[in-house]
């Protein structure tokens, strides 16, 4: 609750320093929770690595941005200790191989929670040098879908999805558009789902195998799925169609937005391959007794990103 609300009050303020200092809160709230579920002190001192050197450069380039006015430089020091926690290409090898190691619930934190105030702090930043926004995002597009091919462990699926993800709210937030914080909430209600279903019903528990026989679990899965992946008509679609309008309609760069667009449909390819695997390939194992009634409680919850989609199109 204390990250929750931490996370979000810097919404609301402009000064750098003190959105720097509730960040820190966070990194440290994160960090001893991190204790609390896990026994792996290796990664833990991982993470806490490298955030105190993204917090070094993160408060360096602050505190002499105060001293130098709109300096370039600076911000570029700036951006780039966003980039290493947000673990965005190229400072992206640490947070797959911590996420294969991260429970569900932590996993879910790490790609939603702990993004909030680096990807505000993004929008805030001055950066007139477009060339890099564009090298970031073809990176942020080709990279993770290539390295996810041969991947079979779910947890670093999630991860490289959601470094995917990032190149399309990037790409939001140099439109000096507010969009981005609507497709970060569908982003995050859509990741929720999908893991609250897959740590109650305890699915991909060995690698990709799914463990249930029931067939409405299996479908509701099967949707969500197809949601965080963004096939229509699902609402992480229509998110993604509205970002290539604005873009589109803003800039003249038809290049990047094929780039992104087929990087999509190859983690696309990735979820439906994954899909196959297992459904069809393996052995189903139930564990569930007597689901009907905890099912129905939780459908509501589960299926609300999905329905977004049918009210966008009422839209």
Excluded: R
Aim: hydrophobic share 60%; aromatic share 22%.
């Amino acid at each position: 609750m204390f990250l929750f609300i931490f996370s979000f009050m810097p919404l609301f303020i402009n000064d750098l320093m003190i959105i720097w200092f509730f960040l820190e809160i966070t990194n440290f709230l994160f960090i001893f929770l991190l204790n609390l579920f896990m026994n792996n002190k290796k990664i833990i001192f991982m993470y806490f690595l490298i955030q105190i050197i993204s917090s070094f450069f993160m408060i360096f380039s602050i505190s002499i941005n105060n001293l130098i006015l709109s300096n370039n430089y600076i911000y570029y020091i700036l951006f780039t200790s966003l980039l290493i926690k947000l673990s965005i290409p190229p400072f992206h090898f640490w947070f797959p191989l911590i996420s294969k190691f991260l429970p569900y619930n932590m996993l879910l934190t790490l790609t939603t929670i702990q993004k909030i105030i680096p990807f505000y702090i993004m929008s805030l930043i001055k950066l007139n040098n477009f060339f890099i926004i564009y090298f970031i995002l073809i990176l942020c597009s080709i990279i993770p879908p290539f390295l996810s091919l041969n991947i079979t462990n779910f947890k670093m699926i999630i991860a490289y999805s959601s470094i995917n993800q990032s190149s399309w709210m990037i790409l939001m937030i140099y439109m000096k558009t507010l969009s981005w914080l609507m497709y970060f909430i569908f982003y995050s209600f859509s990741l929720m789902s999908l893991i609250f279903i897959i740590s109650l019903f305890k699915m991909f528990k060995n690698s990709m195998t799914m463990m249930s026989n029931n067939i409405n679990l299996n479908l509701l899965f099967l949707f969500i799925l197809f949601n965080v992946s963004g096939m229509p008509p699902f609402s992480m679609f229509f998110m993604k169609w509205y970002s290539i309008f604005l873009f589109m309609k803003l800039n003249n760069l038809i290049m990047i937005m094929i780039i992104m667009m087929f990087s999509s449909l190859f983690m696309l390819f990735i979820y439906n391959n994954m899909l196959f695997h297992a459904l069809f390939l393996f052995k189903f194992e139930s564990k569930l007794i007597k689901l009907n009634y905890y099912y129905n409680n939780i459908s509501m919850f589960i299926l609300l990103p999905l329905s977004l989609s049918l009210i966008i199109l009422m839209i």
